[in-house]
């Protein structure tokens, strides 16, 4: 059973930089398609960003896009994401997520299509 951790979270100002790691353990993560999501309590979760099992797609929201950088390691078995230029706004939860079916190419914002999750890392920007 695939099993998903998230760290490097924190607290920082406005206009810094933080990188998160998800590490993978069980399941066939180099043929998964790989996804960051953020919540902020009392609303829905939010698509951050995904990447393809091959890391040669990638996708982001419009909120995100120039600023954040998704990427993984699929010898590391880990998927990162490089957040830059950060505003108030992005304060979140932010989970990593898979979607289990191998070399799935479909859509890849909604997260029902995910069905493994991390337990989340506190991200807050301070103005």
């Known amino acids: 059973q695939l099993q998903l951790v998230e760290s490097g979270g924190g607290s920082v100002q406005a206009g810094d930089s933080l990188r998160l790691t998800c590490a993978a353990s069980?399941?066939?993560?180099?043929?998964?398609?790989m996804g960051w999501f953020r919540q902020v309590p009392g609303k829905e979760r939010e698509f951050v960003a995904s990447?393809?099992?091959?890391?040669?797609?990638?996708y982001y929201a419009n909120s995100v896009r120039g600023r954040f950088t998704i990427s993984r390691d699929n010898a590391q078995n880990t998927v990162d994401l490089q957040m830059n230029s950060l505003k108030p706004e992005d304060t979140a939860v932010y989970s990593c997520?898979?979607?289990?079916?191998?070399?799935?190419?479909?859509?890849?914002?909604?997260?029902?299509?995910?069905?493994?999750w991390g337990q989340g890392t506190q991200v807050t920007v301070s103005s």
């Open positions: 997520a898979a979607n289990t079916n191998p070399y799935y190419s479909g859509s890849y914002f909604n997260p029902d299509l995910y069905r493994i």
């Open positions: 069980g399941g066939t993560f180099s043929t998964y398609l």
């Open positions: 990447i393809n099992w091959t890391g040669g797609s990638t």
